[in-house]
């Protein structure tokens, strides 16, 4: 399995959580369909809704509801796209609503880089050109020199002069047709600028509950995280230890909220406070989350947490 796919795993992968009109929560992710078919994942048995009328589908750094066979209105626009933001409602039919509550993207996408060039943020299927000069152009092209696309979180690519079909992996060239194309593993908020390693010298955590400050040791301009991702900081600092991720959760949005709705917000939280601290050249592993749903602050020996909570 290539960094990219491992990447996106030891985080949360991409996926929408939605109300549905009788008030059920349903999570769908990148390849779910939405309509009247016994397969879909949102099933909605309604003659006014399609066999298969909407698809959820990643494009680069947002997840899109793509209308397929069916109608799909934001207020009064009628639209066959939509980027999916949290609290958005989309009616598919007169009274047959969706309501997004929470959108989680992964932290890396994929990014190519050309003959050395600034790598740019692949958005689904992608054909690559290699005259008059080397470019990437959205969709599917046939006199393209080579086609890229993603399959189950991995992303392939297949040169037109041979057929010969390779599956990218992070760091890696390929050759089309005389030029180096080299997959690259981008931050969300990276993609598009030069390629950056992390920084993992020590930190100071100064943990207020609402605020968080966190500044090297070797000194600049400290990151200060405010609102729930302050307060995800400051529990992991007060619990001092591996827990089970419910616990801090519960703590900052209450012991009512549905546990469906509970692990979205928890897991956008942590996916937007481990960009931020990749954003500010901070190591992002500083929050590490387990599979098994064990979260904890990683504190190495030359950091100084202070808890002022």
Not at 249 to 274: C, F, H, K, M, Y
């Amino acid at each position: 399995m290539d960094r990219l796919t491992d990447a996106i795993e030891s985080d949360s992968p991409a996926r929408v959580l939605v109300r549905v009109a009788d008030g059920a929560f349903v999570t769908l992710a990148p390849g779910d369909v939405i309509g009247r078919g016994r397969s879909c994942r949102l099933h909605i048995d309604d003659p006014r809704i399609s066999e298969a009328h909407a698809l959820v589908s990643l494009r680069g750094d947002a997840l899109w509801l793509l209308g397929l066979r069916g109608r799909m209105q934001v207020g009064d626009a009628v639209v066959d796209r939509i980027r999916l933001d949290d609290t958005l409602r989309i009616t598919l039919a007169p009274g047959v609503e969706l309501e997004v509550i929470d959108v989680l993207v992964p932290d890396v996408v994929m990014a190519i880089e050309l003959a050395g060039g600034v790598p740019q943020l692949l958005n689904g299927t992608t054909s690559v050109f290699v005259q008059p000069q080397p470019s990437l152009r959205g969709g599917w092209f046939p006199n393209a020199d080579a086609w890229i696309w993603s399959t189950d979180e991995t992303w392939r690519l297949r040169r037109s002069v041979d057929s010969a079909l390779v599956l990218l992996e992070d760091g890696v060239p390929v050759q089309v047709s005389g030029i180096a194309i080299t997959p690259r593993v981008a931050a969300v908020d990276e993609a598009g600028v030069t390629h950056t390693v992390q920084n993992s010298e020590p930190v100071r955590i100064d943990a207020r509950f609402y605020t968080v400050h966190i500044t090297r040791l070797s000194g600049g301009e400290p990151l200060v995280l405010t609102g729930t991702a302050a307060r995800v900081v400051s529990e992991l600092v007060a619990l001092k230890g591996p827990v089970e991720w419910s616990l801090p959760a519960r703590e900052i949005w209450g012991q009512d909220t549905p546990d469906v709705v509970l692990r979205s917000r928890w897991d956008t939280t942590v996916s937007r406070l481990r960009r931020r601290l990749r954003c500010a050249n901070l190591r992002p592993d500083l929050i590490r989350a387990s599979r098994s749903g064990v979260v904890e602050l990683v504190i190495g020996p030359d950091d100084v947490v202070v808890d002022q909570i």
